[in-house]
């Protein structure tokens, strides 16, 4: 039960750094040439499928075409992406454990 907690912990404090690593950077659009959506969510730049589509590989979207729509995830975690919105200042990451 304890380690579990931790893992939650643990996914809870990438979810802020996400938020506030996206705060500090430039209006999120998708970027030309990169896939811009993975089932209903929108990729918008920094966060991206791959190579520089991705402004780090920590802005990894994981796009996983097992699934009918299509879901993605998280680099390589298993933290499904809900949303990326953006306002044009601000991108919020929302997600959940699936497993
Ligand atoms: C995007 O993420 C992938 C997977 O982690 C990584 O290989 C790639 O280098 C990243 N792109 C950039 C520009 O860091
Ligand atoms: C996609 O999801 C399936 C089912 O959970 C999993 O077996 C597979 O490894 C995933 N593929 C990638 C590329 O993550
Ligand atoms: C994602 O968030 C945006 C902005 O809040 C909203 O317009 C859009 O419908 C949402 N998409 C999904 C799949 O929830």
Do not use: H, W
Not at 63 to 84: A, D, H, M, Q, R
């Amino acid at each position: 039960m304890g380690s579990n907690r931790s893992l939650v912990v643990m996914q809870l404090m990438i979810l802020l750094t996400v938020i506030l690593t996206v705060k500090a950077s430039t209006p999120a659009v998708v970027k030309p040439g990169c896939q811009k959506s993975c089932g209903d969510v929108i990729i918008p730049y920094p966060f991206g499928t791959g190579d520089d589509c991705n402004i780090t590989a920590g802005f990894f979207i994981n796009c996983n075409t097992s699934f009918i729509p299509n879901k993605p995830f998280l680099g390589n975690s298993y933290l499904e992406v809900i949303n990326i919105s953006t306002d044009g200042q601000t991108g919020l990451l929302q997600s959940g454990a699936t497993r």
